[in-house]
């Protein structure tokens, strides 16, 4: 134990708790949307055992990679078709690629559907939901997903299996702390969640462009780069994410504030009036 708790080790959990802070934005934001799906007497119970159950396989996650990380290194569909879509496929492509799929799916879904309501204070509460298990199920299979990207990144700067599980295990606590009250805001600020859809809907995106050098960065061969059209698919760097996130919020508080500094003036103006 004390070969653990190295001056080393202790500077690698810090930095990979700031890691997984950054990188679980999206994914209590995820949460907290999607938690709203299952039965109102339920929901509670769904985001702290989807939270629970997905650190938990999160942690089994770490394990497996640190075993098998050369295997899942290596590409095992070399795409063929030339000018056309070229490049290698590996295990991580195809996280990327199903994850981001469907991230950009359900955001689109839920944006349709919140345009295609009529009443807005109805509807919204009102719409077809799902069972608590199926949200459990979808809430632990994306944070599987979102996790993955940010496993690799952990195991480039350490492999020691304690150091790594216990920073999972902090961000999971701080998720559970946390989902409720932000699931809570959204409830209150429905506009929020317009926005917090945007974001998932760029964070597929972001997932996508991962997968385009999931192979090639892999082992090191840039011949294994995924093309379309002879372009490269090239990654969203996370600064990039996380201006747009910030400029994004900033526009939403900023139109919230003077849309009710605009309702205050015509109320003033009707009573005058």
Known sequence: MADLLTL????NLVMLLFLQAVLGFDNLLYISIESQRAPLAQQKAVRFWGIVLAVALRIVL????????????????????????????????VVFVVGGVFIMYTAVKEISHMLSIEHLDTDVDAKQGKSAFQVVMLIVLMNL?????????ALAITDVFFVLATAILVSGLAMLLLADGVTAFLQKNRMYEVLGLFILLIVGVVLLGEAGPAAAHAVHD???????????IIPMSKTTFYFSVVVLVLVEVIQSGYQ??????????????
Request: glycine share 8%.
């Open 145 to 153: 997903i979102f996790s993955f990207d940010s496993v690799l990144s």
């Open 222 to 232: 840039d011949a294994l780069m995924i093309k379309v059209f002879g372009y490269d």
């Open 8 to 11: 080393e080790n202790m500077g």
């Open 62 to 93: 770490l394990f497996a990679m640190i075993e098998l990380l050369d295997m899942l290194k290596e590409p095992f569909f070399i795409m063929p078709w030339e000018g056309i879509l070229e490049g290698g496929v590996n295990f991580a492509t």
């Open 260 to 273: 009710r500094r605009l309702a205050m003036e015509r109320t003033a103006s009707q009573r005058r009036s």
